[in-house]
């Protein structure tokens, strides 16, 4: 019997060990337990160690903090147009009051879903196709507003909503893709002209620039020639007026010495005879001397004769 209270009392303590034990919970990062007692809300840990009462208090609900991306199936819209598309939305979100996380409304993730896909049908309603695919910007701030709004109460902040798809139907993008190829078209057609265009103005302006610069060549050679030939004929003529200068310096100075040295008449006539010799230089049929020269000029032969006997 000793042996048997001894177990029993073993086992107790065992119990008890092991259910203080589940009483110690360690709250992790970035998470939050709602705890209930007796079924009602006793409060919100944070994070580290926490102790529950036994067999009264429980944790209702594990709460995560960190930033959630929920991506939602695509869903059929009517634009203003009477066109219908396919639209999925990714939401991101963060949970920032656990109790209204866990008491707000039954299924957050679900009211979510439906809450973007009437919002959506909503702004969309109010939009034409042209409009729809060219104002994403514009339908992602208006479904973040409203979606804040409306999950407020339920202790969710939307961060940011995206539109991830937009599909319209298999005509409309045959005829988008059938306008883009004619504005490819168009665009390459137009590129192409201006290239041509470019090209035959550049030629132009080589040809031009070529004409340009031949022409200045041809002024400079011409100006080159002509300054040439006027150095020559200032050269030219600067050297026969050196030269007639020249001449009748000397001239000037045979008859200064003439005159210094006094010649007699005999000398004088000399000369004159050798003057009218140059003059002929053994062209002229016919000279007439003058009688004082005359007889010079027969001295003058007879010495001559005189010279050749010997």
Known sequence: MENLGGFILIAVILIILLILASCIKVVPQAQAFVVERVGGYQGT??????????????????????EQVADFAPQPVITKDNVTMRIDTVVFFQITDPKLYTYG??????????LTATTLRNI?????????????????TKMRV????????????????????????????????KQMKAERERREAILRAEGEKKSTVLVAEGRKESAILEAEGEKEAAILRAEAKKEATIREAEGQAQAILALQQAQADGIRYLNEANPGS???????LEAFTKAADGKATKIIIPSEIQGIAGLV?????????N
């Open 124 to 140: 969309i309603g109010d939009l034409e196709l042209d409009q729809t695919l060219t104002s994403r910007e514009i339908i992602n």
């Open 266 to 272: 005999a000398v004088l006539q000399l000369k004159s």
């Open 105 to 114: 409304v039954e299924n957050p993730i679900m009211a979510i879903e439906n």
């Open 45 to 66: 840990w944070g994070v580290g160690i926490h102790f529950k009462a036994p067999l009264i208090d429980r944790i209702a609900k594990r709460v995560p903090l960190k």
């Open 146 to 177: 409203s979606l804040d709004t409306a999950t407020d109460p339920w202790g969710i902040k939307v961060t940011r909503v995206e539109l991830k798809n937009i599909i319209p139907p298999a005509a409309i993008q045959d005829a988008m893709e």
């Open 301 to 309: 032969k007879s010495l001559t004769e005189v010279g050749k006997e």
